[in-house]
């Protein structure tokens, strides 16, 4: 089972989170709620939950104003929030658990399903996401990527090129390093591309400032700096043509 305690002044949004979550995921056990951030620093010196489902705003100040009041983080933090792009673009670089308001029943699961995994490097995504949300609309340099095993914050300038494999993406960098990371290159796509990376291919996005040449013969393929040949496919190739001609 999975303990878990509600944090958020709107008394509706935690009876219906708690309706949900008895509703929708029978392995939560829910042993605490607060309404706000010194009710919430208080329950939480002594319970000693799994998960917290944090709400961001709160009537006495905000989920980080209350998280760093705590000495450590010794659980999991799911955060709730309205809709505010930023916020949410912060969130993804963050690798950090959020659920939009108002919840969708299935992405709960899976956030609930997640939550039950490690907890190494909590505390280094979620500095980063404090980093990210009080950069307002700073351009990001920092991605934190989740591994099976650690939350990993790698420089995005870093990053030569991903490689999608099912539900997978692999990472390679400019230090010869490669890593594997648990989320679709969907994501990662949308999240990098005002960093100067391009989708050349179903299965491949590239940082556009590691390219050397790019082979016409053979269907076509780029090569990057360290020798890799990548693939593109006949349906990017003018897209991909266009994209070198404007760099």
Same mark, same amino acid.
């Given at each position: 089972?999975?303990?878990?305690?509600?944090?958020?002044?709107?008394?509706?949004?935690?009876?219906?989170?708690?309706?949900?979550?008895?509703?929708?995921?029978?392995?939560?056990?829910?042993?605490?709620?607060?309404?706000?951030?010194?009710?919430?620093?208080?329950?939480?010196?002594?319970?000693?939950?799994?998960?917290?489902?944090?709400?961001?705003?709160?009537?006495?100040?905000?989920?980080?104003?209350?998280?760093?009041?705590?000495?450590?983080?010794?659980?999991?933090?799911?955060?709730?929030?309205?809709?505010?792009?930023?916020?949410?673009?912060?969130?993804?670089?963050?690798?950090?658990?959020?659920?939009?308001?108002?919840?969708?029943?299935?992405?709960?699961?899976?956030?609930?399903?997640?939550?039950?995994?490690?907890?190494?490097?909590?505390?280094?995504?979620?500095?980063?996401?404090?980093?990210?949300?009080?950069?307002? !609309?700073?351009? !990001?340099?920092?991605?934190?990527?989740?591994?099976?095993?650690?939350?990993?914050?790698?420089?995005?300038?870093?990053? !030569?090129?991903?490689?999608?494999?099912?539900?997978?993406?692999?990472?390679?960098?400019?230090?010869?390093?490669?890593?594997?990371?648990?989320?679709?290159?969907?994501?990662?796509?949308?999240?990098?591309?005002?960093?100067?990376?391009?989708?050349?291919?179903?299965?491949?996005?590239?940082?556009?400032?590691?390219?050397?040449?790019?082979?016409?013969?053979?269907?076509?393929?780029?090569?990057?700096?360290?020798?890799?040949?990548?693939?593109?496919?006949?349906?990017?190739?003018?897209?991909?043509?266009?994209?070198?001609?404007?760099?």
């Amino acid at each position: 089972m999975l303990k878990a305690i509600l944090i958020d002044d709107i008394e509706d949004a935690r009876k219906t989170l708690r309706k949900d979550l008895e509703n929708l995921c029978p392995e939560v056990q829910i042993i605490g709620e607060a309404g706000g951030v010194v009710e919430g620093a208080r329950i939480l010196k002594n319970l000693h939950p799994d998960v917290v489902f944090l709400d961001i705003q709160m009537q006495d100040g905000s989920g980080f104003d209350l998280l760093d009041i705590l000495k450590d983080i010794p659980f999991r933090i799911i955060f709730t929030t309205a809709s505010d792009a930023h916020a949410i673009k912060a969130f993804r670089f963050s690798a950090v658990d959020y659920l939009l308001k108002p919840i969708d029943p299935e992405e709960l699961k899976q956030a609930v399903k997640k939550a039950s995994g490690t907890l190494h490097g909590s505390e280094l995504s979620l500095e980063l996401l404090k980093r990210t949300i009080d950069g307002g !609309q700073k351009k !990001q340099e920092k991605l934190a990527l989740h591994s099976l095993d650690k939350i990993h914050v790698v420089s995005i300038s870093e990053i !030569q090129r991903c490689e999608s494999s099912i539900n997978y993406t692999e990472f390679f960098f400019t230090n010869g390093k490669k890593l594997v990371v648990t989320r679709t290159m969907k994501d990662f796509e949308e999240m990098l591309s005002g960093h100067g990376f391009y989708r050349v291919h179903n299965s491949h996005l590239i940082n556009t400032r590691f390219i050397k040449e790019f082979v016409k013969t053979e269907g076509g393929y780029i090569i990057m700096q360290d020798g890799t040949q990548v693939p593109v496919s006949s349906r990017k190739r003018p897209e991909v043509i266009k994209m070198l001609e404007n760099l």
